[in-house]
């Protein structure tokens, strides 16, 4: 049953069980751990009564407005003279879904023109994201 000691020598094999225990720990990990990581920018989101959560796939970019001003593709800083070019580059070429994120604190005219470029890259569906509405008690 163990290892034998003929005139061949040592038997060396390899025991690949520990290996594989780690590994499916690891995997467990981080398929617990991946959906709890949240991409992007701080930004206080408006609220409204009908919400449904961003999809969870990579078919899709965050443009996010912060209460500065400053303009994010996903976790990237991006130049309100040079967002046309990523969104064609980035959101039209390979098809993906454009969400829109700004802080409630952002002036609309900002929203607006930032909303004016997406429109002259050519992108014609876009999502908006807010909060849901939180339902006070009624006592």
Do not use: C, W
Request: net charge negative.
């Amino acid at each position: 049953m163990g290892m034998s000691t003929n005139n061949r020598g040592m038997l060396a094999e390899i025991n690949v069980t520990p290996f594989v225990d780690v590994m499916l720990v690891l995997l467990i990990i981080f398929m617990v751990t991946a959906p709890l990581m949240t991409q992007g920018v701080e930004v206080d989101l408006p609220q409204t009564r009908t919400v449904r959560s961003l999809p969870q796939d990579n078919e899709h970019l965050v443009l996010s407005i912060n209460d500065k001003g400053e303009i994010y593709l996903d976790e990237y800083k991006v130049e309100f003279n040079e967002l046309q070019g990523h969104l064609e580059k980035l959101v039209k070429k390979q098809n993906k879904m454009l969400f829109l994120r700004a802080d409630k604190s952002v002036p609309y005219g900002d929203v607006v023109r930032v909303m004016g470029e997406i429109k002259a890259a050519g992108i014609d569906r876009m999502g908006v994201v807010a909060e849901p509405v939180e339902q006070k008690s009624i006592k």
